[in-house]
């Protein structure tokens, strides 16, 4: 059962001098909704990512802006934070009946391109993952699950021009898009330094954790990348947090410190595990840690949130194994992680 969230009530809210907060609501998702940030410039409106294409989505924006005096129709650009469909997908339809740009981080590409290539829901790579973490029954699941889905091929298409990190005049105002790799390979987040506020997209957000390892492509390092892009936060100077999803927060590095010691504190609890049960799988140790902001059982999630977690698993004793703290065994059935 969703809780209520305040944050999420229809309306555009004014965060700022001429930026507007706009949630738009997500159905049967425990996020809520979506937070899209509007601003004035002069000629119209910037968007700060686009929203989801849902039924809903773009009568949701007309009215909430149309509140506060302005018009969906004057939305002449949009920077969007990363590629996952409530951000992206319902710029794309922006561009459609308005004309708006889309722009989107480069590094984006190669997973666009995939999503292209495969017109499918399925998340191969988290896919891969799970098998890897000795999961072969949860990934034949949430495949069967993704496939009966439904792949809306309509909501994705290229961007208007692929962002490198680097300054953006959106009218008076200059955003910085940053790179900040973790959650996707190419999240930017946007930070106007003159009126000290950070538009952080999922990178950084109030009060969960966004997820790991839940996106198309090379695997890589996803939670070392994540971690040092919370670390470029602390050496940027402080900024109010706009995430994209929950309220606005008053520290943008108050929230990255937290998260690191998040994450300090999830990978001390991995090395226990590793600890008490020698070799084990990824999957196993999935099992015995907790989950969620209420410390739930593996076995209480469903089976999209058992394949974030386990994700996010891999993603830590991948971590453990680079510092040298760990060690893997590859085994057809599942990798095996131990204590060095
Ligand atoms: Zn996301």
């Known amino acids: 059962m969703a809780e209520w969230a305040e944050w999420a009530e229809p309306g555009a809210y004014e965060v700022a001098g001429g930026v507007f907060r706009v949630p738009l609501s997500m159905p049967d998702d425990g996020l809520h909704a979506v937070n899209v940030y509007a601003v004035e410039t002069g000629g119209g409106l910037a968007l700060i990512d686009g929203g989801w294409r849902t039924p809903t989505g773009l009568d949701e924006l007309s009215s909430a802006l149309t509140g506060v005096g302005h018009d969906v129709a004057s939305i002449h650009d949009i920077y969007v934070t990363h590629i996952h469909r409530d951000h992206y997908t319902l710029a794309v339809e922006l561009r459609r009946r308005f004309g708006a740009r889309v722009h989107l981080g480069r590094d984006e590409a190669a997973g666009l ?15 891969r993952q799970l098998r ?61 330094l003159d009126a000290r506020i950070l538009f952080s997209g999922d990178h950084l957000l109030p009060t969960i954790t966004p997820s790991i390892g839940f996106e198309l492509g090379d695997w890589g390092l996803p939670l070392a990348d994540y971690l040092s892009s919370l670390e470029s936060m602390l050496a940027r100077p402080d900024a109010l ?63 999209f949130n058992k394949m974030i977690a386990t994700c996010e698993t891999i993603a830590h004793l991948d971590v453990l194994v680079d510092r040298g703290q760990a060690q893997v065994q590859h085994d057809p059935d599942g990798s095996l992680f131990s204590l060095v």
């Open 132 to 192: 890897r973490s000795g999961e072969d029954e949860l990934a034949a699941v949430v495949h069967a699950m993704t496939e009966r889905e439904g792949f809306d091929a309509d909501g994705w298409e290229k961007p208007d021009s692929w962002l490198d990190p680097g300054e953006y005049a959106v009218g008076a105002r200059t955003l910085e898009a940053v790179a900040t790799p973790g959650h996707t390979k190419g999240h930017l987040v946007y930070h106007d």
């Open 241 to 303: 947090l706009l995430p994209a999803h929950g309220a606005p927060g008053p520290s943008a590095q108050a929230r990255a410190t937290e998260l690191l010691e998040h994450h300090d504190v999830r990978l001390a609890a991995a090395m226990r595990v590793l600890d008490e049960l020698g070799e084990v799988t990824a999957g196993r140790v999935a099992r015995t840690l907790t989950w969620t902001r209420r410390s739930r059982c593996f076995d209480e999630l469903d089976s």
């Open 113 to 127: 391109h995939q999503l292209l290539e495969i017109a499918s829901n399925v998340p191969v790579t988290s896919l």
